[in-house]
């Protein structure tokens, strides 16, 4: 898995998400026995956001916020320095480089812990029939 899969899977969280409640929700097919792919799909929907909230749990809180902020609801880092320096009250300083930084260092902990626990078994995870946000 690489760092690039890892933020692929972040920036496509929301689309599962609505995706998989679509499915759940609104379609028949997951429970019609002749739609099994459609039941692979689901799975596979259920897995890859299963994953990213294992690692949005693995980081830490200032980590999980910065990528949950960029990568997942895709605000600017402008938006996001701006957002932490009024929650810190002034009290923490920062830039966006600093922040873009953090969230470097995120994704490599993720992916590193990804290959080293798990090598290419979960790649069929990242493996994707969607297209890019």
């Given at each position: 898995m690489t760092e690039q899969n890892i933020i692929q899977l972040f920036q496509q969280k929301r689309q599962?998400?609505?995706e998989l409640s679509i499915i759940r929700?609104?379609?028949d097919e997951l429970h019609d026995a002749a739609s099994a792919d459609q039941a692979m799909h689901f799975s596979l929907l259920k897995r890859r956001m299963a994953l990213v909230d294992h690692w949005l749990n693995y980081l830490?809180?200032?980590e999980r916020n910065i990528v949950q902020l960029?990568?997942?609801q895709n605000?600017?880092?402008s938006?996001?320095?701006n957002r932490i320096e009024m929650e810190s009250h002034g009290t923490i300083p920062c830039d966006e480089r600093t922040l873009q930084r953090q969230q470097a260092r995120a994704i490599q902990n993720i992916c590193a812990l990804m290959n080293k626990s798990f090598g290419s078994s979960l790649d069929f995870l990242v493996e994707n029939d969607q297209p890019a946000n």
């Open positions: 599962c998400e609505a929700d609104c379609s830490s809180p200032e960029h990568l997942i605000k600017p880092w938006y996001i320095v």
